[in-house]
């Protein structure tokens, strides 16, 4: 499956800024984009919601009203939702047991993790994974 990730720079390092910001509680985005080739895939949009549904400091989800819409959006625009991106406040960026059920039951190809930890000064560590995978995906700048 797929090990390579091209990613906007811009587009996660906001992302990143979000994540902190929203410490200690969890954020979460979809991730638009396409499929190169058999090895690599290109996010083109990283999506917010209006709000979340739930957000917690283990957890947050996406309304399905807002999905709906997104799916709606995704197939306008000729893209497809490759999958999503999350925060793990003082967990490592690794997909979780429940991570990995989501990404099967949702059929996503991507799962990205920001961990985010520091007490002054707060870290972010981005790795996107594919469930089939034991390594994460390489990721490149555009
Ligand atoms: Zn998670």
């Not at 997104?70 to 406040?89: D, F, M, S, W, Y």
């Amino acid at each position: 499956m797929f090990s390579k990730v091209r990613v906007k720079k811009s587009a996660l390092d906001y992302f990143r800024k979000h994540a902190r910001q929203e410490y200690p509680l969890e954020i979460q985005c979809y991730l638009l984009g396409n499929i190169k080739s058999i090895n690599e895939i290109e996010i083109t949009d990283i999506m917010w919601p209006n709000e979340y549904e739930i957000q917690t400091t283990n957890e947050v989800a996406w309304k399905r009203s807002e999905i709906d819409a997104l799916k709606e959006k995704a197939q306008l625009l000729n893209k497809r939702i490759v999958g999503t991106i999350h925060t793990h406040p003082n967990t490592d960026a690794v997909m979780s047991e429940q991570d990995y059920k989501s990404a099967i039951t949702e059929a996503e190809l991507l799962c990205g993790i920001v961990s985010v930890w520091g007490n002054k000064i707060k870290h972010t560590r981005c790795r996107f994974w594919t469930p089939t995978s034991a390594l994460p995906c390489e990721k490149i700048y555009i």
